[in-house]
């Protein structure tokens, strides 16, 4: 079971003590394997390129060229997510609430600035 599933689909089918053993190696965290570094990659491809266009037809701007996206910063940012997410589970005894993951989301993209503008055209 992919570390996401539990955040989204099977919130209620696994129990915080599956939380912790699934995430955890030796009382450490588990970093995230190849497969689900890939899956994660595919999914924030598909987002990120979806709200980019969301934007451009809401804003009338070509953001298509424009706007580059940091897939490295933002796929560090999905992990320390699942490090709270974890620490909430061991320290809390809680699960992480979807208010608090889009908070530490917010917190984290406007910390790091994985977006970027590459070309700036002045409005006429």
């Given at each position: 079971?992919?570390?996401?599933?539990?955040?989204?689909?099977s919130?209620?089918?696994?129990?915080?003590?599956?939380?912790?053993?699934?995430?955890?190696?030796?009382?450490?965290?588990?970093?995230?394997?190849?497969?689900?570094?890939?899956?994660?990659c595919?999914?924030?491809?598909?987002?990120?390129?979806?709200?980019?266009?969301?934007?451009?037809?809401?804003?009338?701007?070509?953001?298509?060229?424009?706007v580059?996206?940091n897939?490295?910063?933002?796929?560090?940012?999905?992990?320390?997510?699942?490090k709270?997410r974890?620490?909430?589970?061991?320290?809390?005894n809680?699960?992480?609430?979807?208010?608090?993951?889009?908070?530490?989301?917010?917190?984290?993209?406007?910390k790091?600035?994985?977006i970027?503008r590459?070309?700036?055209?002045?409005?006429?």
């Open positions: 079971m992919r570390r996401k599933d539990y955040g989204k689909n919130r209620n089918d696994m129990s915080l003590q599956e939380c912790i053993e699934n995430w955890t190696e030796n009382g450490h965290y588990k970093d995230l394997s190849k497969d689900e570094m890939k899956i994660e595919q999914e924030l491809d598909i987002f990120l390129t979806n709200m980019r266009d969301e934007v451009a037809k809401k804003t009338a701007l070509n953001l298509a060229e424009s580059i996206f897939k490295g910063l933002m796929l560090h940012i999905i992990e320390l997510i699942e709270r974890l620490y909430f589970a061991i320290f809390h809680k699960k992480l609430g979807e208010l608090n993951e889009c908070c530490l989301l917010a917190f984290w993209i406007l790091f600035r994985p970027v590459t070309q700036f055209v002045p409005d006429s």
